[in-house]
């Protein structure tokens, strides 16, 4: 089976420009998290997918982020127009969505390393 | 709200060491406890979970750690360390009463180096 991936894995691009992340959660999982790490700082939560709707999008930086999930599959995370301060990994993760209490493992991709110079 | 600390953001310790890394945790409800490893080149992966019942976790690669929840600690331990532990480790907690399942809070992560 085969895990969460994410492209592209590295992204080098100047202030101002654009970038789109994209994230392939395993199939079947309807949960879908994105976070993110700034160099040297913990690893902070952005948002939750629950298939196409966003749950919890609390973590968000500004408006300059968009985070997609049409369909309920893959994820986009776009950023637009990009600052210094964005540099960092972002990850993905998923997991099954159960009823209620504690969701299953949560399945964490490589990670897509964002240079903003 | 929640936080973690981990105490450390680099530890060696020699091949057959004790492995002891540091996770303190702030929560206002029960806490559901993990701790990630994160390789050279991959995703973050499960060591292990603290959830509810036995306070002593056993997780993969033979580390373990104990929920002790009037030190609010959630130390990793591994007996004797092997050069393929080296990696970076994170403590996290999530929120149990509100579902929120898997939104985690992590701690800044401690890089561990092993030594011949």
């Known amino acids: 089976e085969a895990g969460v991936t994410q492209f592209p894995s590295h992204s080098v691009i100047e202030k101002g420009q654009t970038v789109t992340l994209r994230c392939d959660p395993i199939?079947?999982?309807?949960?879908l998290y994105w976070y993110r790490r700034v160099m040297g700082k913990e690893i902070k939560f952005l948002l939750h997918f629950v298939k196409e709707s966003k749950q919890d999008e609390s973590g968000m930086p500004n408006n300059r982020f968009l985070a997609e999930r049409t369909g309920g599959t893959y994820s986009t995370l776009k950023v637009q127009p990009a600052e210094l301060e964005d540099s960092g990994v972002y990850f993905c993760?998923?997991?099954?969505?159960?009823?209620?209490?504690?969701?299953?493992?949560?399945?964490f991709g490589q990670g897509t390393r964002l240079t903003v110079v | 709200a929640q936080s973690v600390t981990q105490l450390g953001s680099h530890v060696s310790v020699s091949e057959g060491a004790l492995v002891l890394l540091r996770c303190n945790y702030s929560?206002?409800?029960?806490?559901?406890l993990f701790w990630y490893v994160q390789y050279p080149n991959q995703g973050l992966q499960l060591l292990l979970k603290y959830t509810t019942g036995a306070t002593l976790v056993k997780g993969i690669n033979g580390f373990e750690a104990e929920f002790k929840k009037s030190e609010t600690s959630f130390h990793l331990t591994k007996p004797s360390a092997h050069m393929s532990d080296a990696a970076e480790y994170f403590c996290?907690?999530?929120?149990?009463?509100?579902?929120?399942?898997?939104?985690?809070?992590f701690g800044t992560g401690t890089q561990l180096k092993v030594e011949l």
């Open positions: 993760a998923s997991s099954h969505l159960v009823g209620t209490g504690l969701n299953t493992e949560a399945f």
């Open positions: 996290a907690v999530s929120d149990r009463v509100t579902g929120g399942g898997n939104k985690l809070t």
């Open positions: 929560s206002s409800v029960p806490p559901y």
């Open positions: 199939s079947g999982h309807d949960n």
